[in-house]
């Protein structure tokens, strides 16, 4: 009697300890000597299959009787000969695991004569009996080896499906998109007649659209924002290489700055910042005073990407960092160029194999997972499209130190087929609420290491989550990319979307 009160004593803490890994609820069963319950499932190390397999954590829920690892195991695992570890909360007197074949026969193994033997977790779920020790209860669980179906760190690029750039022209000749802190400004022209569209999320189909009224003699491809306005630039009848600067609020008044430049780099917080030749030399000017300083040697003089601002960790200052342009002496440049409220400075020491003018730079993550499965978030710059006087770019590069060094990244970082080379667009990152089932007006297309459909049910962090109830919805970020022109100078009518695949999997929360 005393041995069966402490077989029944350890198997209620035990049951307490892992019942409702996915629930707060705890059983209200109570555990007996005919108790028949898995306390710990583990996989049997095997450096030919995953380094570090014996780590894997499994998640035992006691309630729904079903045993998984909520982080799952990266792309391409093999699973079809794994060892289970399998601990009985009590003493069990069988223990047997069915699966199926890939000839979907079904194969029991006998856990407790033969302990060493692999199993086949490829193809479905396998089933796991347990019976008490004094052979009264049988209990069965389901067991899965979850493994990633996509690759988790390839961008997953989709494109807008029924609808194009948000304008009033069916098909305009050129657009710019500028954002401030209110939001998205979408400038599209035909035939000198402009739309100005605007919304507070890019993801939003209906964007509000109207007829615009901006600056006689603008440049629409010169349109950008700072935090708090919006800026064009304007033929002022003065053939001098310059061009005036307008600004505007609300984007339907614009007002004429007493300052005229070359070309538009962007916004450090509210001040904005062009170039200006003055003879043989270049100048920075400071449209919020007026104030000039010389451009540092090597510096483009347009042709920028959109500017990034990014703290950087050995600058007390927020750094306004750009990539390519055209040169004064007409060649492109490779090298990011940072601002950081006073001074100006190159700040690639492995800049680009080649050079290109007008592509797009925005900040966003990549993921390193360690071999324990430990997975690192990593600030890392994008850099694509741009053109180097011929043709469009057509690679993806990256960095992960902040624009010092560039690389080419990886196969499943670079743009699908789909997306065509492009120049002059504009990318930016805005978070939109994601959905289990997300079913809205961005349709991906097919593409060979791009999301399947049920990305969605897949789970990749954190371990032993307790949510209550299943989530629906979570952010995530996604870069838009908007127009762009191929290298004949015809205007893309698109708007593209992009994510990195782990950020579309299901949380845990």
């Known amino acids: 009697m005393k041995k069966l009160i402490k077989y029944s004593s350890a198997a209620l803490l035990a049951a307490m300890a892992v019942a409702g890994c996915n629930s707060s609820d705890i059983s209200s069963e109570i555990w007996t000597s005919s108790t028949a319950a898995v306390g710990n499932f583990s996989l049997q190390a095997d450096k030919k299959v995953l380094a570090n397999l014996d780590t894997v954590f499994f998640c035992i829920d006691q309630n729904a009787a079903q045993i998984f690892n909520p982080d799952s195991l990266p792309y391409g695992t093999t699973v079809k000969k794994l060892v289970p570890n399998i601990t009985p909360i009590d003493l069990a007197s069988a223990i047997t695991l069915t699966y199926k074949t890939d000839k979907g026969q079904d194969t029991t193994v006998n856990y407790v004569t033969n302990s060493t033997d692999s199993i086949n977790f490829a193809n479905g779920p396998v089933k796991l009996a347990i019976t008490s020790y004094d052979k009264v209860l049988t209990r069965e669980y389901t067991v899965k080896v979850n493994v990633h179906t996509v690759k988790p760190d390839s961008m997953a690029w989709s494109r807008a499906a029924n609808r194009s750039l948000p304008s009033i022209f069916n098909v305009p000749n050129s657009q710019s998109t500028a954002r401030t802190d209110?939001?998205?400004?979408?400038?599209?022209?035909?035939?000198?007649?402009?739309?100005?569209?605007?919304?507070?999320?890019?993801?939003?189909?209906?964007?509000?659209?109207e007829t615009a009224t901006i600056p006689s003699g603008a440049h629409a491809e010169s349109f950008i924002g700072s935090e708090d306005k919006l800026y064009i630039l304007a033929d002022d009848g003065i053939n001098d290489g310059k061009f005036a600067v307008y600004e505007s609020t609300d984007s339907k008044t614009w007002t004429k700055l007493p300052y005229r430049v070359y070309s538009l780099i962007g916004a450090y917080g509210k001040r904005l910042l062009g170039t200006i030749p003055v003879g043989e030399k270049w100048f920075i000017c400071d449209l919020s005073d007026g104030s000039t300083t010389e451009m540092p040697s090597g510096m483009p003089v347009e042709g920028y990407s959109r500017p990034v601002s990014l703290s950087f960790p050995l600058s007390a200052q927020k750094l306004m960092m750009v990539i390519g342009g055209r040169c004064a002496d007409g060649s492109f440049s490779s090298d990011v160029w940072a601002y950081d409220g006073s001074t100006w400075a190159k700040t690639s020491n492995t800049p680009l194999p080649k050079g290109f003018r007008d592509m797009c730079l925005v900040p966003f993550f990549t993921f390193n997972v360690s071999t324990t499965f430990v997975v690192t978030e990593y600030t890392t710059l994008l850099a694509f499209g741009g053109n180097n006087g011929m043709v469009n770019n057509g690679t993806v590069y990256q960095s992960r130190d902040y624009g010092m060094t560039w690389t080419e990244a990886s196969e499943l970082m670079q743009l699908p087929s789909a997306v065509p080379a492009m120049s002059q667009s504009q990318a930016y990152v805005a978070n939109q609420k994601y959905y289990s089932r997300n079913a809205d007006e961005w349709v991906e297309f097919p593409c060979d290491y791009l999301l399947p459909s049920n990305v969605n049910e897949q789970a990749w962090y954190p371990f032993m989550s307790r949510a209550t109830k299943p989530v629906e919805e979570w952010e995530c970020p996604f870069i838009y990319v908007f127009g762009g022109e191929s290298a004949e100078g015809v205007l893309y009518n698109t708007i593209w979307r992009a994510t990195i695949n782990r950020l579309l999997f299901k949380p845990l929360i």
Not at 182 to 206: H, I, R, V, W
């Open 182 to 209: 209110k939001g998205f400004y979408c400038l599209t022209s035909y035939q000198g007649n402009y739309c100005m569209a605007f919304a507070e999320d890019p993801n939003k189909k209906d964007w509000h659209k």
